[in-house]
């Protein structure tokens, strides 16, 4: 039995706090998905980093840009990929299980009770209105993640540069979000890795 297969976590990335067991991780995900209707990134954002110390606001800006950019829900993959790597596989599983479960079980209830009353005005005024407050809680918490961009490799002004190109591309120009990540995201990871070697190669210097 490796040790991925413990009740205890396999490692610890940074001095904050960390899921004490697999059943932790369920049941802290299984909290975390009920509460995010419509602008998750605020809850994961506020839970993992705030509340449960789990990841340092650099850790999450980094881990959520990679689940982003993989296919399927970001928050899924996020899941995915914290429960992996503090009890492995079956972290994994746990997280995962954790962020589907009850989601899964409330969505099918509602689905069959929301059928008969989809096309009712009051329906898709409410609709609209919780479109709207997720879209704000979308905002908040990228600007509360700009703080985090001042400790990155490629400077705070690259970053800015970056996030407008990003924001014009898709917000302004419609471009297909594959485009802007294989374009712009290509672009801002060979920069970081230029930027990585320059500070090596610093460091190594005599």
């Given at each position: 039995?490796?040790?991925?297969?413990?009740?205890?976590?396999t490692?610890?990335?940074?001095?904050?706090k960390?899921?004490?067991?697999?059943?932790d991780l369920?049941?802290?995900?299984?909290?975390?998905?009920?509460?995010?209707?419509?602008?998750?990134?605020?809850i994961?954002?506020?839970?993992?980093?705030?509340?449960?110390q789990?990841?340092?606001?650099?850790?999450?800006?980094?881990?959520?840009?990679?689940?982003q950019?993989?296919?399927g829900?970001?928050?899924?993959?996020?899941?995915?990929?914290?429960?992996d790597?503090?009890?492995?596989?079956?972290?994994?599983l746990a997280?995962?299980?954790?962020?589907?479960?009850?989601?899964?079980?409330?969505?099918?209830v509602?689905a069959?009770?929301?059928?008969g009353?989809?096309?009712?005005?009051a329906?898709?005024?409410?609709?609209?209105?919780?479109?709207?407050v997720?879209?704000?809680?979308?905002?908040?918490?990228?600007?509360?993640?700009?703080?985090?961009?001042?400790?990155?490799?490629?400077?705070?002004?690259?970053?800015?540069?970056?996030a407008?190109?990003?924001?014009?591309?898709?917000?302004?120009?419609?471009?297909?979000?594959?485009l802007v990540?294989?374009?712009?995201g290509?672009?801002?990871?060979?920069w970081?890795?230029?930027?990585?070697?320059?500070?090596?190669?610093?460091?190594?210097a005599p």
């Amino acid at each position: 039995m490796t040790l991925a297969n413990q009740d205890t976590p396999t490692t610890k990335p940074h001095a904050g706090k960390q899921p004490q067991s697999k059943t932790d991780l369920f049941v802290s995900f299984s909290k975390l998905a009920l509460q995010g209707f419509g602008g998750v990134l605020a809850i994961v954002q506020r839970e993992l980093v705030e509340e449960k110390q789990w990841l340092t606001q650099e850790e999450f800006l980094e881990d959520w840009a990679v689940a982003q950019i993989l296919p399927g829900p970001n928050v899924v993959n996020l899941s995915l990929m914290i429960g992996d790597r503090y009890f492995g596989f079956r972290g994994a599983l746990a997280a995962l299980a954790g962020m589907l479960t009850f989601p899964l079980v409330i969505v099918l209830v509602l689905a069959a009770l929301f059928g008969g009353v989809a096309d009712t005005p009051a329906a898709q005024g409410a609709l609209r209105g919780m479109g709207a407050v997720a879209a704000g809680l979308i905002a908040a918490t990228g600007i509360k993640l700009i703080g985090a961009l001042q400790h990155n490799v490629m400077g705070l002004t690259v970053c800015w540069g970056l996030a407008v190109l990003s924001f014009v591309a898709i917000g302004v120009l419609r471009w297909p979000l594959v485009l802007v990540l294989l374009g712009v995201g290509g672009v801002a990871c060979l920069w970081a890795y230029r930027c990585l070697e320059t500070q090596r190669l610093t460091k190594d210097a005599p």
